[in-house]
């Protein structure tokens, strides 16, 4: 009987029988082992991380907040008022800043941590110097939207639900040393067209330095060393990285002349979508929320029959008819010919009777207008986060400095280039506000409105909050084409008058409700971050 | 363990040599020893033995009883009942004749000087005979002392059935059965003695002859619904089962360890008996009802309503609408929706043999049509079971179950129910030149249900193979060697056509369809050894055992878009540059030792232990293997002295049992990678945060008990009273969303680390009583009834899992000292009805300023309850509104016996449970939550109506129509009176006749002698009427798994159960 018994349990199975890894996904302890696998691993922090941004958080919060957008859809952005319980703008944007931070942590600890790699260091330090971009990129979003957020740097370790807020000083902070880091190991020359360089860094380095010179200070004392920080890197990306402004606005703007398999030639970074959507998220879903009609995107999207530009923006246009190159690439006015959008059906000609300006930036047409590239809700084309002209007008105003005016001959010719391109007439003495005025203009719709008034509240909160107390947010206005009018066109314009102004308790948008259930820390004051607690990579 | 059967297998004369084997009713391992004693007295008595003739009939009907067991006491001579009951037997006077079957009270003749004896059987309505399957093997009822239950074939019959985890409803104690969709085949909910996990299947582990089944919990995400709705439970005829004994207790369900937690449902399916071959036919018809209707409103009060959307300013107006009194009624679209539909079910079954193989095989052919057109399931399946005595000492056994089965889920998976409630009615369904009618434009629009019900093409079909095979070996007395291996294969084919359409304005340009194509393998093999001994008056049973198991799945799917044509419907047809391929596999392993004891002291005393040790791929080499003891202990105190005179009691067991068993279900020992298009090739990224020190879910549960048998059996009580512990919850906590995870799929995110963390309780008390009444020969009457009460608590948790339904106000709580997944909510205070009623009030607006006008709080809005009084109305003053589980739930049988006709009526129900009204939530807050062209509830049509929208006149503002409690028009909703309250919680409390039938037996005399033997003819309706205060379809909605957890008492507007009304025959040839 007891041989019987040995036997039965003598049936035991061999060790590796419950040894299952995955076989059909990769672990993060067998990747990261070679060059190749080092840059797949940072190729998605160019596209799905940042859906969750783009698909709602880019209009919402930079355009719609800033002034430039109508929308039903986020009438609260657009009236500073954004309710805590808001689940689909609110929650996801500020998830998606966090998702980010989180890829980019962990990538750069599986790329540090790797055992047995023999990827290139020059490679690692790629790779890792994506990592800190994108994560610096997120921190930015952050600081300006939430003001002192909590900074996490390793998502294992810290994983919990108590990382204090720390304090807007400290994001800052942050946010430099991660572009510095990224700057520093990032070779000169993208490793794959579309993916970061030195250069792309060091814009993005002129712009955080710039925006940081007015934190906590008054106008004409904004720190020095800040402002000659971004002059230093937007001269260097400008007389060294080889990209010149391409002389047509209009084109640039174009699906075919800006996606991931084409690079907008004056792109120092964009975010890389795919034309598909599968897995969700690799998409770029602007298309079909904003382009007016389903004859322009003929994939069953195109729900923008009510997003348009903001009263404001239309103003700035009637009133500058000279400006209109950038005008008709911006936003669509009634009676207005697109005759490559939907071009096998004849264009688009957008009509009288719905007296609205809808959206044309990023509206790109039918997959048969890109190459038969594009789906539903995936239109080909990259969203730009940061090109030349920005450098231009970050140098021209870092050069300005702490002056009230400039009639510097460097600071006049870029920002002077950027008017020519436009075909608007030359200025020879520029103060901060034309400065600002100006990338507004030629960066209408690309998400920075809102972060360039907060940057001039950092330092001037009574005139930013004046200028948005000025601007026409009305809910509903008409615009309407006078027929036959033509250059330049004459139109009718009515709107609604409505004016929201934002003062320091509607500054920032409130933390969503979800989330403070979860994480009570942040309702507690901020704290300075112990910079030492970085890790050495 | 193959063979369960209770009943001698041997034909009439034919003596068994081998006992052991013989699988008899009642005490048999006691007469087998017995016997053994009996031969070695040897053959000395006096009186000659003569041939004695006999008869046994039963003393209810004076039927003749096949198979009994006459055996002279105290020898080896036994003779067993022919056909109509008779027997001739070897025996002298004096000697006695114990007489037993199953089902009857053994009988004790003594032979006197006549060769001719009538052998009158009573019923046993206690079963005490009765042997019962248990883990890896059977026992005698009477040895039990685990809680255990059994529900036969005869029961599951008297409800029409889909699929056999629904035939469970109701019939056991502790056993708690929902549905959460209506869809035909849709898998039902099984839960044994409350929740015990949080994130993992809660589901019992079902044991089919051997194949072990753990279902998958029903999952739900409106976005992106499961392909299918059934179970692996779908492709079973519920009429191949003979028994399904459901393992409760902490001691019983031990044995399997690791997958023991829920609970375990052993089901034995029919096998064949000796005796002549008997063949079987039945049919089935159903006629299911049209479900009643969800009030929303009609033409006339939806073009009211869209006016005063225009008003608010919410939309343009609909000159269409300009006179809401000249319009007619409109679509009433549940009503074209819904039909009235057929579900047959037609089988047959053949089955015999002789004293060395026995064989039973059956076909069934079911197929039933959804009530909404676009859904249904079909299902064909064959049996074969097989069992052969090759020696005295060795048998084996196959068994195999080929299944086919359809699921067609285009309504579920377009959500039409849903569709149905809102599209509005001023769209037709068919416009007059025969073309589906449609809205005039795309955006903001829904579809139209009914055409998507018909053009769309979703569906499942799955080929299944459930089988096994097994060697018994008996080399030496009472020693066993069981050897068995059995295999669950399915191959699955999920296809998915979306044609392009135009219904009217309403523009669907792009044809979508997706194919996939799905296996899936299991297999086990185990070996045991098992010794029994009887030494005195110790009884000893001990068993030890391996097993190994393994499963996987792989799967290959692809899709295109763009088809040219919608005639052709394959890959093939669609644009190869829209085309997406990918495919996954995956596998797992379990590996176990196990072993138990079972000592019983003159039937008086039990003891028991096991242990059993689990491996699982699961988890890392640092935590691996889990541990499960049990221990249980009976005290049959009516076999004590000074019980046996207290007549009335037949049987009294007193039980206490402990035992640990686990769950394993988690993954998350690995860190994945996802991949990721890019324009570089793919990409790839964390998918989730590891855990390397992941491991076993643990329950640890006491349990005592009492079986109570009285008056001749026809009282009998149980009752059990449990608490059960579980611990290391594998959960996936939602940490602060600053961490980087989600709970949900979203672009890019890593999901959050399951771990083992948390704790809880359930406690609870389960009574069944079961009666007969009456029982004579013309009416008898008995009743069933089980009353079950469970109530859990969690005792730790790292962070409270709030868990948000579809990224809407509707959330659900689990939180240390609370029960599992609680509805939390605001409570809504009525609605402002003037200036200073706002201005008085906590501040509802964002920012917390407070802002009287139309564009912040204003007359007609909701007002919430400041709860923590801090002046602001926020996530702080949510609170708990509700909780989704019944305080208890019970079922009650009555079965009547009249002559040749028999009734039974089942009541079911369920009580104190909440459910939040998600479709009357969704369907109730003007513009809201549904839009400005959806169709609301009739109620909405008394929407708050301020009497002025001006913010200049805001002192003035007053409510013109107080008295409702629905919110004014608010575009954009600046108040948030979409805040889920109280007002969305309702009472799911409901008792159910959930079936009534009516039986004919016809005699067998009027068939003469024609092929038919026997008939019986039965009508039944099912679902005749339910009691409830619930305004949604259907009070039961069950349970489903959404983002992880599992989440109880949401009601999304689930496709509607419905009254069936039921034709049946079943003839015997």
Sequence with gaps: MLIAASIVLGLGCSKSFLNRPPISNLTSGNFYQTDAEVMAGTAPLYNITWFDYNDKAFLAFGVAKGGSLNSNDRTPYIEFDASATDQTTLLTGYKAFYKIVAQSNLTMLNIAGATGSTASDSIKNYGLAECHFMRGLAYYFLVSNWGAVPIVYNNITQLSDSIPRNTIESVWQFILLDMRWASTHLPAASYQPGRINKYSVEGMLAKMYLIRSGLDKTEGSRTQSDLDSAKYYAADVIQNSGIILPSDYYAMFKGVNNNSSNNNAESLFSLQWMPESSPWGVNNSFQAYMAFEPQITQTGDGWGAAQGGSADLISYYLNHPEDSIRRKATIMFPGDVYPELNAANGGITVPNSTGYAYIKKYVIGSPADNNNKGGFMAAFTNTIVLRMAEVYLIYAEAIMGNSASTSDATALQYFNAVRARAGVPSMSSIAFTDIFQEKRVEGALEGNEWYDILRWYYFAPAKAMAYVAAQDRSISYTLTWTPNTYAPRQYTFTSSG???????????????????????????????????????? | MRKKRNHPDTIPGVRSSNPIWRLLPGVLLGLLLMSGWITSQGQSTAPPKRNISGKVISTTDHQPIVGATVMVKGTSTVAVSDGSGGFTIKAAAGDVLVISSIGHLTTRIKVGSSDNIIAGMSEDYGHLNDVVVIGYGQMKKTDLSSAQTTVTAADIQKTVNTTLDEALQGRAAGVYVSQPSGQPGAGANVLIRGISSLTQNTQPLYVIDGVQITPTQFADDPNNHPTGFANALSGINPDDIETMNILEGPAATAIYGSSGANGVIMITTKHGKA??????????????????????????????????????????????????????????????????????????????????????????????????????????????????KVRKWVRIGLSMSPSYTVEKVNTTNAGIVQMAIQQNPSIPVKNPDGSWGGPTSSQYQASNPVALSYINSDYNKSLGLM???????????????????????????????????????????????????????????????????????????????????????????????????????????GDQSTSIANSNRSDWATESYFGRVNYVYNDRYILFASLRGDGSSNFGPLKRWGYFPAASAAWRISQENFMKNIKPINDLKLRVEYGASGNSGASGYYANLQTVPTAWGSGFLSQNFSNPYLHWETDKTINAGFDLHMYNNRVELTADVYKKFTSNLLTTNPYAYYNGGDIAYSAGYISWPTTNVGSMWNKGLAVTLNTVNIDNRILTWKTNFNISFDRNKVTQLITPINTTWNSTQVEFLTEVGHPVGMITGYIAQGLFQNYNDIATHAVQTAGGVLNVSPQGTWVGDVKFKDLNGDGQINASDRTIIGNPWPKFTFGFNNSFSYKRFDLNIFIIGSVGNDIVNYMKYDNTIPLDNSGVYSNYLKAVANYARPSTLDTSDAKTAVLTNPGYNIPRIAPADPNGNNRLSQWNVESGTYVRLKNISLAYNFPTKIFGQSFIRGLRAAVNVQNLFTLTKYSGYDPEIGMVNYGGVNMVGIDTGRYPNVRMYTFNVVADF
């Design chain 2, 275 to 388: 005796g002549e071959t008997r063949f079987s036919a039945s049919t089935l018809w159903t006629v299911q009802d049209k479900p009643k209707e969800i009030p929303v409103m009609n033409l006339q009060q939806y073009a009211t309503f869209n006016n005063g959307i225009v008003a608010a300013g919410g939309a343009a107006a609909n000159p269409l609408f300009a006179d809401p009194s000249a319009l007619g009624p409109g679509t009433d679209w549940q009503n074209a929706l819904y039909r009235r539909t057929i579900l047959q079910k037609h089988t047959f079954t053949v089955s015999g043999g002789n004293d060395r193989s026995t064989f039973y095989m059956s076909g069934e052919y079911f197929n039933q049509t959804g009530i909404a057109p676009g859904s249904g399931f079909t299902r064909a399946t064959t049996r074969i079971n097989l069992d052969n």
């Design chain 2, 467 to 573: 089988g096994g095979a097994y060697v018994d070996i008996t080399p030496m007395k009472g020693l066993v060697f069981h050897t068995e291996a059995n295999t669950n294969l399915s191959y699955l084919n999920n296809y998915i056509f979306h044609p392009s359409y135009q219904f009217d304005g309403l523009i669907n340009p792009t044809t979508y369809s997706y194919v996939n194509e799905y296996y899936n393998y299991w297999w086990n093999w185990h070996a045991r050894l098992q010794y029994d001994t009887k030494i005195g008056l110790h009884a000893i049973t001990a068993m030890i055992g391996h097993e190994a198991q393994s499963g996987g799945n792989g799967s290959l799917q692809g899709s295109r878009q763009n088809y040219v044509t919608n005639s052709i419907q394959d890959l093939n047809g």
């Design chain 1, 498 to 537: 409505e004016h929201f102004a934002f003062n320091a308790n509607n500054l920032y948008l409130p933390f969503p409700e979800s989330e403070m259930v979860m994480a009570p820390s942040l309702a507690e004051p901020a704290v300075p971050f112990d910079f030492s607690k970085l890790p050495n990579f």
